[in-house]
């Protein structure tokens, strides 16, 4: 059973993702600098959802070119990332209205802690249909980004409560880390196919 | 005549509407728990079509998959199935909204079962286009599950005059037997490639 | 130069497109038979914009499966079509939520009239391209659907100033003509392949 | 690293981005043609919009045809463009609406500025992966379209200070100096081939 349609699909639901998240920016009624002002926020957190999305996009890219067969399971683990990913759009908007706000700065940490859970799950599936031999596997080794990654959420959404500002800060941070497309995946691929 | 288009476009329209159903559930203008708590019975209905549109998508997969042939027919039972689906948002926005009320529930179920039969004339197209060596016939057998699901539908539609929650108890059990992809199919395809 | 991104650019274009229609339909407020008849309408139009962008994505399909060599003029000429049909949901909207008034409807004849104009420049472009051999042009042959549906589009919109239903009746019976796909180039393509 | 799911993903954002700009063109309530007078701007700065969209698609379509390698710099810079163009709907829009008023102008200004510079940033990342043999330098050449626009724009940026119409124009002129797709490109790849 080919990856394919797979790809096309997770690539279709990525592409809307990422696009649709600007719809939550509402054309102002009025044509001055004062007009766009309260837009700003949104706009900041429209900057950060893109550049998460952008990260699950191409470690999705490279996850699955280091996949060989898919089941149903995967697929399934695969619906389950993207039904995650599908609500940044909503939350993305609700911190960015309500001035990243300690209530809708958590919801935003927490839909990230879920799609990082969501994707580890996926990579978790995938290995597991691989066997013994995964070539994933071997590709994220030790996974210390994934690891780290749902604690500092845990942080983030915590630190709502009590300065607020600590939240973004986190999510920023987490971003920052991942911004490096997944080299371990390609190094083995490298590797496997020169032996 | 490649069957690659009439998967990339069903593709799109599946990921465009798994994607816009989360439209649905509107920004709340309040940052407190108050304004995102009647948002709940959108989000739990937002969940459960999700699910039935990733059933959809599976069985899509599992059945193009078993497909060789490509008619002016099956485009079009193609599309009919796609219209259905396309119903799907609005559905769901009105019984999430409407906290499951009976009338909305009933349109619900209504969209449910039109895309059931939808996806029924799908098969039999494909089937018929290949003839009586058609894999996909021998690969849908007794098809139990494709002939309880109208059933089950119709009684949960009926209920909503009586129970609407028997509704809601159907809808979500019909959504379990499928959850399950079409390992008919896949065992088939095994078979055919073996001899 | 490949025409692989032409389709997979066009097929995600249509496919928003018959996506996006169903969000015209918004979600009533009430839960009540009475807060969804005002949508009828809307419904209506919808369904037979959607058997259009149908039609259109069919034909399109038969069309570039029978073109050879893509240029920038063909590109150009298949975003002026996408052009007309992008505004497809707009008219089908007016249309609908004005009860088939006649100005929406003239609009909605006009959305049709200029998207049978590209799609007839666009089959030109293509067969210029193939020169004097061009698989395309034995296939359109004689090409009465073509030449025919402008001609119904205009007495469509004549009528609207008059007897508005007409023009209803007309945008209905183009469609019933073309729904049947381009067999003619299927047919010629045969026989190119047998030869 | 296959650049198949690159072009999918770009091809999705491309196909969403030109199609949701048509949905700031909110249907109108009357059925009078009072009713949609209003629209005829942001009717003009949506073709202007889909013009530009078109434009970026065609090239970018022929500048990832002279890519032979994808990395994850080109990932992300393919990524950095198409986060200016998602803003597009939102500039297309606010300019629409208030009729080409002088800040709403500068601020659609901006965004073709900083897509331009985010093409020309793709542009140079693929020539710097693709090594000194680089086809798309050879392809690219001295560039003066590329070096022109930003000028152009800038031009456009600061007219709206003064004479808000210059603007407009200037946005026009950049897009009719564009609108031949980058025939270099086509030519060196032929000449490579023959080689």
Redesign the interface.
Known sequence: ?GKG?L???S??????????M????K???????DA?KPLLPVFLSY?LS?VYV?IY??NH?HML?ACTRVS?AV??AN?HL??WL??F??VT??MG??HF????SA?YGLALLMAACAYWILQQVIIAVQGPQSILKAAVGADWKGKLSPVLYLVGIASTIFVPWIAQATYVAVALIW???D?RI?RVLQQVQRE
């Not at 600007?22 to 920016?25: K, N, R, S």
């Open positions: 059973m349609r790809e096309a699909f690539d279709g639901v990525f592409a809307i993702i990422i696009t649709i600007v719809l939550e920016m054309v102002p009624h009025g044509e001055t600098l766009v900057i893109f952008g996009w191409t890219h070119h149903g697929l399934w619906l993207l039904f599908s609500l759009p909503f908007g609700w209205e309500n706000a300690p209530l809708p919801f911004l490096i497309p080299r390609e």
